[in-house]
């Protein structure tokens, strides 16, 4: 029998006083759908603190498409942080949706977002704390169904048993017809087993216990799934896909939140998919084809949205804002909206070979802060292996560009453990933050007061899912600590560069997650049963924690995330399809090993990656691409 569904804000409310930030748990923001009486109820959960879920533009896009529906309502909640949690366990208190302040446990569907890996055990204390059962097969008739979707989906395998349904790719439309199906199918009476089963049946949904685990000697040690009967689930299951980007909302909600989150603006998604073909990159794989909207969709938008939220920043969002076709006088059309309004506008990342004369003027007007460029690679002969397509003369160029603009700090981004990397890579990184920041005192001048300075921020190879270092072992983490303390050692003695690298431990658990299949909900479930949870906080990860969980499951971290996987194997992941190829992916590691580039398909012909003829889809690019 499902859990009664009522207002619970009094048990709640007591405890206020006794927490920090009180109001991550208090409703009736401005913007929020009021009207939440269903009678077929959703909850969208980000497992993590309100003032990072908040920010979410996969849960924004989802609580409004939902809300859309007729006779189904959709709520948000997210993981309390842990003087709640131990608040919520000392009496005895269910985790609650934020509207309503109803029990988890009283939905008919709860859908979690898998933004990253190390979400994962907070996706078992959010079904702990709500009554829910976390193994899909011990949930009874009047359970929620559990559904799942984001970008860490495309290797579900080790959560698998958590869920009852993952949804891959584009989720507008996908989202709406799971809840219909489920709707219609509850209310006829239809079994738990039966809704499973028919969920099976719509694009872009797997439902994980319609499979099962094959090991053999084709495959990795973690096998690879296939469905249990024959008919039931499709041997393949190929992501959903917006064709047509225009025909969805492009300001996923207006929610004005009660205390600051971490992209605290109005975020405005201009563009979806990249065919940059960045050979590290999961997303720029996953979201293909390239779909822009309109200009003019995106400047009524914002006038909308600004109007409705009152925010003092627009964030235009996607995977690479710079290659929209109309980006320049995109900028140049919102400037003008903003102008003297104290509102800017910002770019989240710039790409450094389209940073040119004019979009640096039309990116310029309003506050500037810093720009952030990701050169990815140290040296030339490493950009090509990554297929980055960015010169020498891209990043230096970009710098003076900026800096004539009228920008004073720039941000770089890094990566460390790239395939083939050598020490040359990693001294070449601090060489490039030396020459930036040359050539901003150069433009500036050299005093004190000048305000220019270079922050380099360098993260560790993860090794992902439909990437074309999928088959790539990460560097070992006592490699990892040696090129870290390398870069740090030949880094200039300057204030004005500033040096961090990411940990290297959290990173191989990342990475161990990455490419296990489903004996790794054994381990996710014993490191959260230790205690682990808030993975993805320094303060609170805790690596000896997951070492202790994997060597009581028999398993071995560092053996795990560093293992290499034969380029002809099963793949865990590869029933469930972005639509590229493995042909193409195996082509591009091979490209990758002798330094060759690939080009981007917006720009020159067709590379073969399989997703337009495979989906059906097709690029949409307003203007033209250079």
């Known amino acids: 029998m499902r ?6 804000f009094h048990l709640i409310e007591p405890l206020l006083p006794l927490v920090e930030k009180p109001s991550r748990y208090i409703d009736h923001e401005w913007g929020v759908c009021e009207e939440q009486a269903g009678p077929f109820h959703v909850c969208m959960v980000y497992a993590d603190v309100y003032e990072i879920g908040q920010a979410n533009l996969g849960i924004a896009i989802l ?16 993981l309390p942080w842990i003087d709640m949690i131990a608040l919520l366990r000392e009496r005895g208190i269910p985790l609650l949706s934020l509207e309503s302040a109803a029990p988890l446990a009283s939905f008919d569907v709860v859908g979690f977002t898998l933004a990253h890996e190390l979400i994962m055990t907070n996706v078992l204390e959010v079904l702990d704390l709500a009554g829910i059962p976390q193994l899909g097969r011990e949930r009874a008739e009047g359970d929620p169904i559990v559904i799942a979707g984001g970008p860490s989906a495309w290797n579900a395998e080790p959560m698998a048993a958590a869920f009852d349904a993952v949804l891959l790719g584009d989720g ?41 685990e094959v090991v053999d000697a084709g495959s990795t040690r973690w096998g690879y799934a296939v469905p249990g009967e024959p008919g039931t689930a499709p041997e393949v299951v190929y992501k959903r896909c917006e064709a047509d980007l225009s025909a969805t909302e492009p300001v996923a909600a207006t929610i004005v ?28 794989m996953t979201y293909r084809p390239v779909r822009e909207r309109p200009l003019g969709q995106i400047v009524e938008a914002a006038s909308r949205a600004l109007a409705a939220c009152g925010y003092d920043e627009v964030s235009l969002s996607s995977l690479s804002t710079t290659d929209h076709s109309q980006c320049t006088e995109m900028l140049r059309e919102l400037s003008k909206l903003v102008d003297d309004a104290g509102i800017r506008v910002s770019l989240p990342s710039q790409r450094l070979d389209s940073f040119g004369v004019d979009m640096a003027a039309a990116a310029s007007a309003g506050r500037r802060s810093s720009l952030t460029f990701a050169p990815e690679a140290g040296t030339q002969r490493l950009r090509d292996v990554i297929n980055k397509n960015v010169t020498e003369e891209d990043i230096e160029h970009a710098a003076s560009t900026a ?47 000048s305000g220019v300075s270079i922050s380099v921020s360098v993260a560790v190879l993860v090794p992902k899912a439909y990437t074309a270092f999928q088959w790539c072992g990460q560097l070992p983490p006592d490699e990892v600590r040696r090129r870290q303390q390398l870069l740090l050692a030949c880094a200039p003695r300057d204030r004005a560069i500033r040096i961090s690298c990411h940990d290297a431990h ?11 299949g489903r004996a790794g909900f054994g381990l996710i479930r014993e490191a959260w ?13 805790s690596y000896g924690t997951w070492v202790e969980a994997a060597r009581a499951v028999g398993l071995d971290l560092e053996d795990i995330a560093t293992e290499r996987f034969d380029l002809d194997a099963r793949l865990p992941w590869e029933h469930t399809s972005p639509a590229v190829s493995k042909g193409f992916l195996q082509r591009e590691w091979r490209r990758a090993c002798a330094g060759i580039t690939t080009g981007d398909c917006t720009m020159a012909s067709c590379e073969g990656c399989g997703v337009c003829p495979i989906l059906g889809v097709a690029n949409v690019i307003q203007g033209v691409r250079s």
């Open 403 to 449: 800096f004539q603009n009228g920008w004073r700090k720039i941000k770089l981004y890094y990566m460390m453990g790239l395939p083939t990397e050598t020490d040359e890579d990693i001294i070449a990184i601090a060489e490039t933050a030396n020459r930036m920041l040359e050539i901003g005192r150069e433009v500036v001048g050299r005093g004190r007061r």
């Open 529 to 541: 049963r230790r205690g682990c949870r808030f993975d993805a906080w320094t303060s609170q990860f």
């Open 172 to 212: 507008e439309t996908s989202i709406k017809d799971a809840c219909m199906r489920i709707r219609d199918l509850r209310a006829s009476g239809t079994s738990r087993a039966e809704i499973l089963r028919a969920l099976a049946a719509i694009p872009g949904v797997y439902v994980p216990s319609l499979y099962k």
């Open 257 to 284: 939140p009660y205390l600051e989150t971490v992209h605290d603006r109005l975020s405005i998604e201009v563009l979806r998919g990249c065919t940059r073909g960045c050979r590290f990159c999961q997303a720029g």
């Open 3 to 8: 859990a009664e569904r009522k207002d619970c």
């Open 63 to 78: 609580y409004n498409e939902i809300n859309r529906l007729e006779g189904i309502s959709c709520e948000r909640a997210y």
């Open 506 to 516: 959290s990173s191989l658990v990342e990475a161990a997650l990455s490419k296990m």
